[in-house]
């Protein structure tokens, strides 16, 4: 009698299968400030707006410019600010350091967010 091991198998495949998460792995930002502002290029410089900034803090959640605060959710490169006053702001990450706003159909809105804490650069070794 051989049963016990296809069930094995097939239990297996179903609980990895349940592990899997729609949209991408879920993730957390760096604590700290974030800027946003209008990217310059080389003619002009960026133009910060303070209003749209925030500081991501434990838990998932951020703190607005008026100290009210949020939460957030990030899966893979996607984020969406869930709560709060930015609730329905979206962004696409670029790298960990940068962030991009998109609209609900993803297209870019002009607007960018860069952590204001430390940067972390890769060392060799």
Known sequence: MKPFPIIAI???FVASAAQ???GGKLTVLQKGG???EI???ANTLATEKPELGFQ???DSSYVAPDGSTGTYLRLADR???TSGIFSGRRFVMDGEEIM???TQADTPI???CVHAGPVRIATPG
């Open 10 to 12: 097939a239990a297996m």
């Open 56 to 58: 991501t803090i434990a």
């Open 39 to 41: 990217p310059g290029d």
């Open 110 to 112: 002009g607007i960018r």
């Open 20 to 22: 899997a998460v729609p």
């Open 34 to 36: 974030w800027t946003c």
């Open 100 to 102: 991009r706003e998109v």
């Open 79 to 81: 984020l969406t600010l």
